[in-house]
């Protein structure tokens, strides 16, 4: 197979592959942003720190903390979350106040006003999958030598 040949199969494997983690990203962050400009604010404090452990299949383990937080939402009724975001080090300590975003309508899928929990999926997303297409340009780019041989007069 010619270097040409190669160099379209890859570009084109990492440009699609890219272009799939950038629009996975964006929706992620145009979610994101509706969801923080119909939110709900208020105060919670981190009641909890949940340890999940896991063991990869090389037999190393590795710990994450979820802080679990207790807040009222505007109904007043005193609602429990656990976060989809984890760490270790914990990002939150117990008894920690944190602000809240909530939909009011679904207080249970409350998020903690961070820019870990809110907006690093959208990120990551986005960037890897920017960076992914960038390669994958280029590679498409190399794969048609015709076009870089031009001339300028």
Not at 52 to 67: A, E, L
Not at 71 to 97: D, L, M, R, Y
């Amino acid at each position: 197979m010619d270097d040409s040949k190669s160099f379209l199969i890859f570009g084109s494997i990492f440009g699609g592959i890219g272009g799939i983690f950038a629009v996975i990203g964006i929706i992620f962050g145009v979610n994101t942003h509706s969801f923080v400009g119909t939110a709900l604010s208020t105060q919670g404090t981190v009641i909890d720190l949940e340890l999940r452990s896991s063991t990869d299949s090389k037999g190393r383990s590795s710990s994450v903390y979820y802080p679990v937080v207790k807040f009222a939402p505007s109904s007043g009724e005193q609602t429990i979350f656990k976060s989809n975001t984890g760490s270790n080090p914990p990002a939150f300590t117990k008894g920690q106040q944190v602000e809240v975003l909530y939909n009011p309508q679904k207080p249970n899928s409350a998020m903690i006003n961070s820019w870990l929990e809110l907006w690093f999926l959208p990120a990551i997303f986005t960037g890897m999958g920017s960076i992914f297409v960038l390669i994958g340009g280029v590679a498409l780019v190399k794969s048609f030598p015709h076009l870089l041989n031009f001339k300028c007069k």
